[in-house]
């Protein structure tokens, strides 16, 4: 049958999406079952992470969350919708945000601390001969049982768990390994030759071949379980210091707030500020929410949240953000966003799904990490088969086998990008860098060519007073007293730059009469008895005054005549002023080995005086909004890889159509929804420390993947040859992990 056009198709279905948290993995093999089994229900797409135990679900609307729910529960694992915030509080619970203040890191703590108590004499008496009494063997015994049923219950009931459910995972194979060379030296013990009087017991590193009825491996039993549960603590520990730059970030804000309240201070939970209420904010106090003020002037300290260290004076009609400070000045502020609406919130809410995200180089390393344990079971198999097929010696094959299992274990494999994106995207919001995925940071590493948007990018986005000319026997401050009380009254941008100009250089500007605004020509009025005019209201210039306005344009400048009782008395000219730091983030841009080029709709001869002010040596000028796109998208036609910043409602398209978007923090909500890459301080110098941010995270994941893949594959060789004493192996496997998790919170020190 033959579909034609007019068929109707079925409507996509509504999507929604909720994160769950999910419990009891233990390993990357964990996570990669759950997502497996989520992804294998119809219409639904979930990434799930290790190390910030998250799942995060794009569903049917149609299909219950309960449904997701019992299918993580059916795997084996607890599933459940993250709490509500809890209602803010004072602040002054001690300790609250201290890893060791964690139910299940101090159970976890407290079952290594008498593992290790137990195990150290039981390893010390197998490996020091001169140390091993009569019945020896049995102190080791009755301490290293309760060390592997009871240090290693979580190993245990995890392996168990997964086997009803027909899976194996890094748990299988320690429970294995440690269970067998426990129940080895069960039989050993009270069946063969070990329990005797008066049994000695060497210690090698190596496989070495002994009568298996006299060989007992309660210190590889104990040793390996004391190890992993230190790897296993030491893992969590670091995982949770690694978010910790996320929990400060959302535990920034205040707790209460003086609202006012029919002209009374009230003090409310910030939970309860609502869009309109107006509130009071005194020096060295945080502001609530964002807003605007309505009262007073002060400096605000944003150092907390963008990194800036330079207070912002704020006055009537500023708008400030929550989370800062307020350094000095009383306020009063008009709440315009509260909640998750908050710039605060969503920075957290972009940190948060940056952490829970997958690069690339993740997904291989979980693909990986889903087959690596049924391998590493018939390698361990083939291993005692081996061995004892050539050697027909059990106890060395037993010895390999074991080892295999306990070397393979593919903890770091699962770790090396989740902790690496926790610390950079945290580390990254310290700064006032919000990354928003790790598909981010593959594109870093390729981009060549940055384009930067010129107004509110490279400049302040307002015109400001740069030169003043003024004829002979004009005084300039004269000049600029006039000019600025009739530009006073005028609202026009230029005006209002000539005014502030003038006030901030000449002082209070006196008042004007008789104001008159001649459309497209200028303004005039009088001034202390005489009649000024400023702007293109004269023909005839003075040979000075018109060399003056030439000048001033030729440098790309908005030339604006004053004059007063008939004559023109000279040039002040305005333009929107570089950023004090453009050129400084040029500069750091070509040291990372882009190429700038400077895009804007201005005309030529002002791009190309802005460039030169910034040392950009490609501008492309008098470009529509809607062009923007196709400048772009031409550049990545000659084969570039593009970086745009931006950060105008007109950028919002290009900067996601470019390789790599960056959107500054200051601009709109459209060009920072589009952007890849939020600058939350609004200085281009923080562009080329994001992407230096950017690809050291990218680097030390691939570090920690190559030492994951690399330990992995030397280190099982080894441990099939006989090689390797389980025991090491175990504390080997411990430290890779560690070392994983070291390697990214270096990331903590960027600069």
Known sequence: MTTTADTPTAAEPDLAEVELLIGGMTCASCAARVEKKLNRMDGVSATVNYATEKARITYPATTPVA???????RTG??????APPPEPTTGDEPGRDGPEDDPELSALRRRLVVSVVLAAPVVLLAMVPVLQFDNWQWLSLTLAAPVVVWGGL????????????GAATMDTLVSLGTLAAFGWSLWALFFGDAGMPGMRHGFDLTVSRADGASAIYLEAAAGVTAFLLLGRWLEARSKRRAGAALRALMELGAKDVAVLRDGREVRVPVSRLAVGDRFVVRPGEKIATDGTVTEGAGAVDASLLTGESVPVDVTVGDTVTGATVNAGGRLVVEATRVGADTQLARMARLVEDAQ?????????ADRISGVFVPVV??????????????????VAAFTAAVAVLIIACPCALGLATPTALLVGTGRGAQLGILIKGPEVLESTRRVDTVVLDKTGTVTTGRMTLHEVYAAEGTDEKQLLRLAGAVEHASEHPVARAVAAGAEERAGALPDVEDFENVPGRGVRGRVEGREVAVGRLYDDLPDGVARAKEEAEREGRTAVVVGWDGVARGVVAVADAVKETSAEAVAGLRRLGLAPVLLTGDNRRVAESVARTVGIDEVIAEVLPEEKVDVVRRLQAEGRTVAMVGDGVNDAA?????????????????AIEAGDLTLVRGDLRVAADAIRLSRRTLSTIKGNLVWAFGYNVAALPLAAAGLLNPMIAGAAMAFSSVFVVTNSLRLRTFR
């Open 377 to 394: 079971l018939l390698i361990a198999a083939g291993t005692f088969g081996g061995w004892l097929g050539t050697t027909g010696d059990t």
């Open 356 to 364: 829970n995200g997958k690069a690339e180089v993740q997904r291989l």
């Open 654 to 670: 290009a900067l996601a159509t470019a390789d790599l978007g960056l959107a500054m923090g200051t601009g709109t909500d459209a």
């Open 77 to 82: 694992y607890t599933a459940e919708e993250p």
């Open 154 to 165: 979580p190993f245990h009931r995890a392996a168990w768990t997964n086997l009803r459910h």
């Open 67 to 73: 449904d997701l729910v019992a299918t993580v529960v």
